[in-house]
C-alpha cells in the first residue's frame, strides 16, 4: 500500500491531536491513536477526556477529566505546537462535548475552519459497555457532529444517534443521508459490523455523491481499537494534506493491514495492530 511518509531524522513531523479516552489495556482509545499517528508519520498530541478501566474482556467504568482541563489541553497544545488535523474518540458527557466544541471553535478546529476535525462518536465499547452517558446522544447530534469535517460511526453508534437499523446497502445510504442532514461535511457508515456480509464495506457520503471502500472480511476476533484506528488513519492522512476521500482510502487499506496483523491479549479481543509498518516495508 500507498504509506504516509515517516519525516527524516532531526525533522519536525506533522502533528495531530486526539481527544478522547485512555484504554488501561492498551488496545482502543488514546493509546490506539497514538500507536496509529506514530505510525503515519504524525506526532501525536493528547487531550485526555477520560480514564478508563478496561482489558480484552470489558469496560469496568470510566472516571471523567473535568470539562475545562479537557478544553485547557486543547487550547495549550494548538498555541504552542500547533496541529493540522484532529479527531474525537471517546467523550463521556454532554459538559466535555460541549467544552470540546466550544475550545475548538475558538482555535480553528472543525469543518470549514483550519484544522480539519475526524469525529468517532464513541457510545459503547465492542463488549456493549457504556463509553457515554445516554444523555449526551443529543449533544453528539447537535453539537459535536455539525462541527466535524468527517464522522465515523460503526453501526451500533449509527442506531443510537439516528435509530435506522442498517442491514443492507439501501439502509446504510439511508443513514449515511440522514447523519449528514445533522451538519457534517461528510459521513462514514462502517460495515465492520455486518458480519453476514463477506466483505466490510465503509460508505462515504458528503450529501451529494457516495463513494465504497470494499475489503474482503478478515476472520478474526481480534479487532479491539478498529474504529479509532481506522478514524486517527484518516486524522493522519488529512494532516498530511490529503483530500476527505483520499485519507478514507488509505485508512480502510491501514486498518485491514491492522486487521491482518492483530494479535490474542487477555481472555477477550485481541487489539488491531498498527506495528506491523515496522516488519513490512
Ligand atoms: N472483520 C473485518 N474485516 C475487514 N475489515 C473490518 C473487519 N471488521 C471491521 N473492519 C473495518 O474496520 C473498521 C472499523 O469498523 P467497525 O468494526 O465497524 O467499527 P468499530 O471498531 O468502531 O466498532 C472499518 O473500516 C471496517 O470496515
Ligand atoms: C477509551 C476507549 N475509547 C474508545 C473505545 C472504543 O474503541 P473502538 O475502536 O471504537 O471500538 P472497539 O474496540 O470497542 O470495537 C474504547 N473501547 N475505549
Sequence with gaps: MDLLPLSPRGETPVRALTIAGTDSGGGAGIQ????TMAM????????VAAVTV???VGVRGFHEIPAETVADQVRCVVEDIGVS??????????QIIEAV??????????????VPLVVDPVCASMHGDPLLHSDALDAIRGVLIPLATVVTPNLDEVRLIT??????DASARRAAEA??????????VKGGHLRSSEKSTDLLFDGDRFLEFSTPRIETGNDHGGGDTLAAAIASALAHGRSVPEAVEFAKEWITKCLEWSYD???GHGPVNPLWRLHER
Excluded: F, P, Y
Design 101 to 114: 466544541a466550544q475550545v475548538c471553535s475558538e482555535v480553528g478546529i472543525g469543518r470549514d475552519m483550519e
Design 32 to 35: 490506539a491513536d497514538s500507536r
Design 265 to 267: 491479549l487477555g481472555h
Design 179 to 188: 447523519l449528514h442532514a445533522l451538519g457534517t461535511q461528510w459521513v462514514i
Design 85 to 94: 488535523a484532529a479527531k474525537t474518540g471517546m467523550l463521556a458527557s454532554t
Design 163 to 168: 435509530s435506522i437499523e442498517v442491514v443492507d
Design 54 to 56: 478496561q482489558n480484552s
Design 40 to 47: 503515519c508519520g504524525v506526532h501525536a498530541c493528547v487531550a
